[in-house]
């Protein structure tokens, strides 16, 4: 009767883990979001330029992009995960697209 107590604690702890690891994921992101807006906000000012508003990439958008200016990092995810790029147009004007990329899986199983 203990060996089944202490494996439904440890099945109970397993399960919890990976709840909180799920959930962690989301407020990394969130973070790192925050931080890039942060950053592009300073990058903006620094350069004398409006600070861009995110916009969502849709399929098909034309995009004119003359220099980027910062991609966020991959995000360690088996699924399509949100990432930003901040760049310049050729007339200079500031835009942050945020867009859908696969994340960065990275599976030990056999």
Do not use: H, W
């Not at 709840?19 to 620094?46: C, H, P, S």
């Not at 004398?48 to 991609?71: F, H």
Request: contains cysteine.
């Amino acid at each position: 009767m203990n060996f089944y107590k202490v494996a439904l604690g440890v099945l109970t702890a397993v399960l919890s883990l990976g709840a909180l690891a799920e959930g962690g994921g989301d407020r990394t992101f969130a973070l790192m979001m925050e931080r890039n807006e942060k950053a592009m906000a300073a990058y903006a000012i620094k350069n004398g330029k409006p600070v861009p508003e995110v916009q969502t990439y849709r399929y098909g958008m034309e995009l004119d992009i003359a220099k980027v200016v910062n991609v966020t990092p991959p995000v360690r995810s088996c699924n399509a995960v949100p990432s930003r790029m901040t760049y310049e147009d050729s007339s200079g004007k500031l835009n942050t697209l945020e867009y859908q990329v696969m994340g960065v899986c990275r599976n030990t199983g056999g």
